[in-house]
């Protein structure tokens, strides 16, 4: 008996000692910090380089000629029936006939944000989630995708109780994540972490970033085929100067074929000595193919 007492007393002594404190301070952590990468999909990948080809010249030359054209992140717009929208437009995508709009209201009592979706059939709004907070709608191939922001600075408990939560719900871990539907009344699903989006002009594939929340400034770069629930990593580079200010842009050719990185970086790797980076970063000028799935670094001559 007396022997059970004191194995009983040394189990409670080591998690006294140990176990306890460690929860704590992972809990700590948590609250404090925010869970970094959790479920935000983000990975390291270095560059694999090849040299340009003749298509990837060509490509480089079609980017070149289009530089003058309207910057990528601002995307077209297309007539919609202002009678059926409440709110004021914030945000819209046209891919070929369709496009999806965000509006946002004001006042107390209003929905702050809804989403409709303009076709041949006139425009309508779309149900959304309850909760969610919607960010930047766009039109792929056969639906609507829209990015969900769900950041991880909340107060304390609050984050607690989500982290606990994404051990059972993994689509509660990513601070930005991408949802789909068929475009009408259809559920919404989430598809996979990620955020923005690039649509190709074909809806066939978009190229996202990931980035985690303890790693702001540092993403991977994905392609995306829309009719897929993953998304492969190209490359990852570190955004250079001032956080949230992206200091690079994707871009698509006109046949959806090829992708291009075009800005600066503070360099490709996820923590980088910082004397060994220039104050005003590296120049990058990258052409992805996706035929061949192939990574070209154009340089200065493009």
């Known amino acids: ?17 140990v176990l306890f404190p460690s929860l ?18 983000l990975q390291e990948v270095a560059p694999d380089f090849r040299q340009p080809t003749a298509l ?28 059926v929208l409440q709110g004021r437009i914030i945000w819209q995508h046209r891919l070929g006939d369709r496009t999806a709009v965000l509006t946002e209201a ?6 702050p944000r809804r989403v409709y979706l303009t076709d041949r059939g006139g425009t309508r709004e779309l149900t959304l989630p309850e909760g969610h907070l919607v960010v930047r709608p766009q039109c792929v191939g056969g639906g609507v995708v829209y990015e969900r922001w769900n950041p991880w600075a909340v107060p304390a408990v609050e984050k607690l109780q989500r982290y606990a939560a994404s051990w059972i719900d993994a689509t509660l871990r990513p601070e930005a994540s991408l949802y789909w539907a068929n475009g ?14 690039s649509v190709a002009p074909d809806g066939r594939r978009a190229a996202l970033l990931r980035s985690g929340a303890l790693l702001a400034g540092y ?45 600066r970086t503070d360099g490709y790797a996820r923590r980088l000595p910082r004397d060994s980076i220039p104050a005003e970063g590296f120049p990058v000028n990258l052409l992805y193919l996706v035929g061949d799935r192939t990574l070209h670094d154009l340089g200065s001559e493009f």
């Not at 897929?228 to 698509?252: H, K």
Request: proline residues 5%; aromatic residues 8%; contains cysteine.
């Open 1 to 17: 008996m007396r022997n059970r007492r004191k194995n009983r007393r040394w189990i409670l002594a080591v998690l006294t000692a």
């Open 24 to 41: 704590a301070f992972h809990s700590t952590c948590v609250a404090v910090l925010g869970p970094g990468t959790w479920g935000s999909g």
């Open 56 to 83: 990837a010249l060509r490509y480089a030359s079609e980017f070149q000629s289009a530089d003058s054209e309207v910057p990528i992140d601002v995307p077209p717009t297309n007539s919609v029936d202002d009678a």
């Open 106 to 111: 004001s006042g107390s009592g209003a929905r």
């Open 184 to 197: 009408d009344d259809g559920p919404w699903r989430f598809v996979m972490p990620g955020h923005s989006l």
């Open 219 to 263: 993403f991977s770069i994905h392609v995306w085929e829309t009719d897929s629930d993953t998304a492969a990593a190209i490359v990852s580079l570190r955004e250079q100067g001032e956080l949230g200010a992206r200091s690079f842009s994707m871009q698509w050719s006109s046949d959806s074929q090829a992708l291009r990185i075009l800005g």
